[in-house]
């Protein structure tokens, strides 16, 4: 009956993974509602990830809500940043997207398409890099572009998957309790093949 009840044992640390990542995306979806707490909480989000899902560490809520206030403030203003520029492209893919029916029309739309697969990258290179480095957000801003240039192929997917990942939630109600957790792990099998390199350059230019 001991082992049954020992928080260590394979069942309870199982259901408290699967609490650990519903209760993580639910929290990332009310954190983001008052819009521009999407930084933050994005941030929040990958760095909890990483630490708990990849690295093994406990308390997943408690080191969310301390990444979320850490990163608050860049967060923010990144997100007052990125906001303008998303609604901008978003508005475009809207035009195109009406002048689909010709010829003409339908080039232009592929190739806008093709075109905003580099800002949609960068943004999502953007907030784990918030996430996982201590730098100002202007650098944050340069080593996001340099990442999304270098890494192209690893980008565009997750642009991509980015984007196939906010169209079922905005489409349907309940992948909000699974898919931003999901988003953020499929991310990370990306972003921490390539984050070693660049966190030790930070160490080495420290000492």
Same mark, same amino acid.
């Given at each position: ?19 650990? =990542?519903?209760?993580?995306? !639910? ?10 707490? !999407?930084?933050?909480? @994005?941030?929040?989000?990958?760095? @909890? ?23 608050f403030k860049k967060g923010a203003l990144a997100t007052f940043i ?24 339908? /080039? ?20 784990? /890099?918030?996430?996982?480095f201590e730098m100002s957000l202007k650098d944050a801003f340069k080593?996001?572009? @340099?990442l999304c240039i270098s890494h192209l192929p690893s980008s565009v ?23 931003? /957790? ?8 990306? =972003? ?16």
């Amino acid at each position: 009956m001991h082992q049954v009840f020992d928080p260590d044992n394979l069942l309870w640390s199982g259901l408290s993974r699967i609490v650990d =990542f519903i209760g993580l995306s !639910i929290f990332w979806a009310v954190m983001c509602l008052p819009v521009i707490t !999407i930084g933050p909480a @994005t941030a929040a989000l990958y760095y @909890t990830v990483v630490k708990c899902f990849r690295e093994g560490e406990k308390a997943a809520f408690t080191i969310y809500f301390r990444a979320f206030k850490e990163n608050f403030k860049k967060g923010a203003l990144a997100t007052f940043i990125v906001l303008p520029v998303a609604a901008l492209l978003a508005f475009g893919y809207a035009v195109m997207r009406a002048n689909w029916g010709s010829d003409l029309g339908a /080039v232009l739309f592929v190739a806008y398409d093709i075109a905003i697969i580099i800002p949609i990258g960068i943004v999502c290179w953007l907030f784990p /890099v918030i996430g996982r480095f201590e730098m100002s957000l202007k650098d944050a801003f340069k080593i996001s572009l @340099t990442l999304c240039i270098s890494h192209l192929p690893s980008s565009v997917i997750v642009a991509l998957l980015t984007i196939e990942c906010f169209s079922e939630m905005i489409n349907r109600w309940w992948p909000v309790f699974f898919t931003p /957790v999901l988003w953020m792990l499929l991310c990370s099998l990306f =972003f921490e093949r390539i984050f070693p390199r660049y966190m030790q350059d930070e160490k080495e230019e420290t000492q």
